[in-house]
C-alpha cells in the first residue's frame, strides 16, 4: 500500500530547540494525523486535523492540514528530554474505509 | 479503565508453528485493526474488521488469518505460513461510522520473536 512521505527521518537536538517534520502525499486525505511512539509501544494520538488549512495546537505541538490537502506539518517547540520517540504522520480518507496510510516516522532525539 | 489491551507483551515462537496474538477492547468501538511494524519502518496493515463476523485483507495479510466472534476482541493468527513473522504487532480500534473523525486509537503492542 501506498506510504506517505515523511521528513526528515530523524531528529537529534538540543534540548530547548524547536523541532518541524512534515508530510506529503501524492493523493488528497480527508483527514491528517499525528501519532508519537515511545520505545516498545503503542502509538499515542497527538493531534488530529480535519479541514483543509486547519491550524490546531496541543500545548507545545503545533501541526496544520495543507490547504491542497496533499501535506501536512508537526512543530514542536521549546522540546525537552521526554520529546524523545518516533512521530508518524498518517493520512486517512473517509472513502476508503477509514484506512490510514502511514508516514515512515520520525525519529527524535533529544540532548539534555 | 477503557483502553485496548495485547498480550502477551512479548511472544518467542519457534519457526513453524502457528502462534495467536490477543486483542481486546472496552471502547465499544465497532471497527478493529491489526498492523504490523517493522524495525524503523511505518505500520502496514494486515487485517480489518468493521462489524462483528466480518473482516477484510489488508496490505499484507498472507501468512496471517484472525476471526471477529465478538465485539470486543479480534485475535491475529501468525501462521506458518508467514515467512518473516517476527515483528511489532499492534492492535487499533475505532468507532467505525465511517466518518473521517473515526479516528484509531492503539493498544501497546506485542513483539513476536521467531526462534
Known amino acids: 500500500g501506498q506510504q506517505l512521505n515523511q521528513s526528515p527521518q530523524s531528529m537529534f537536538i538540543q534540548e530547548g530547540e524547536d523541532v518541524s517534520m512534515n508530510c506529503t502525499s501524492s493523493s488528497i486525505f480527508n483527514t491528517w494525523l499525528w501519532y508519537k511512539q515511545d520505545p516498545g509501544e503503542g502509538p499515542v494520538l497527538l493531534i488530529a486535523l480535519y479541514k483543509a488549512g486547519e491550524l490546531t495546537s496541543n500545548g507545545r505541538l503545533t501541526a496544520q492540514f495543507g490547504i491542497t490537502r496533499k501535506d501536512s506539518f508537526l512543530n514542536i517547540s521549546a522540546s525537552i528530554p521526554s520529546d524523545v520517540g518516533i512521530y508518524f504522520c498518517a493520512g486517512q480518507r473517509s472513502n476508503a474505509g477509514n484506512m490510514l496510510t502511514f508516514g515512515g516516522g520520525t525519529r527524535l532525539m533529544v540532548k539534555p | 479503565d477503557g483502553g485496548i489491551t495485547q498480550s502477551p507483551k512479548y511472544l518467542f515462537r519457534k519457526e513453524g508453528q502457528n502462534v495467536t496474538l490477543s486483542c481486546e477492547q472496552n471502547l465499544n468501538h465497532d471497527a478493529m485493526y491489526w498492523y504490523r511494524q517493522d524495525p524503523g519502518q511505518g505500520l502496514r496493515l494486515i487485517y480489518y474488521?468493521?462489524?462483528?463476523?466480518?473482516?477484510q485483507k489488508g496490505d499484507i495479510a498472507e501468512g496471517y488469518s484472525v476471526s471477529r466472534e465478538k465485539k470486543e476482541s479480534f485475535p491475529l493468527t501468525v501462521t506458518s505460513a508467514q515467512k518473516n513473522p517476527t515483528a511489532f504487532y499492534l492492535c487499533?480500534?475505532?468507532?467505525?461510522?465511517?466518518?473521517?473523525?473515526?479516528?484509531?486509537?492503539f493498544g501497546p503492542g506485542t513483539r513476536l520473536t521467531v526462534l
Open positions: 487499533a480500534s475505532s468507532r467505525g461510522y465511517g466518518g473521517s473523525t473515526d479516528t484509531q486509537y
Open positions: 474488521s468493521q462489524i462483528v463476523n466480518d473482516f
